[in-house]
């Protein structure tokens, strides 16, 4: 049973990878729609840069299994301040995905107190629970 859970553990942070690593790649593919994102906010268009290098970084450590408690923490965060693009009261389609950064932040916030498990690239385990 215990492998069941790991393997679950692993494909859970490898879907939660495949979504930020989009997010970096759709950053970089079409910058102009995040950065509009942020203007229309008063926020400085550069943020997008920060933003794609925290989506690649933590989506590559999702998936080796590195540091996956505080990147989980970090990524909890990023989803939560990130909803507030999407508090659009009025449009359907924008309140789903602001509550899907919630329910995604949940998952993180999961994978942050449970650890990467047992399955981790070059047995740099940190945060892992045997």
Known sequence: MMRM????????RCLLAILFLGGAVQKIVDPDAA?????????????I????????????MLVAGWA???VAALLALYCGLTSVF???????WQMS?????WAI?????????HGPGRYVLSGLKNGATP
């Open 5 to 12: 859970a790991d393997a679950a553990v692993l494909l859970g």
């Open 35 to 47: 950065m509009t994102l942020l203007t229309d906010r008063d926020l400085p268009a550069v943020l």
């Open 49 to 60: 840069w920060p933003a794609l290098l925290l989506n690649a970084l933590a989506g590559l």
């Open 68 to 70: 996956v408690r505080p």
């Open 86 to 92: 999407h508090l659009i009261p009025d449009d359907p």
């Open 97 to 101: 995905i602001f509550v899907k950064n």
């Open 105 to 113: 932040a949940g998952g993180c916030l999961v994978l942050a107190a």
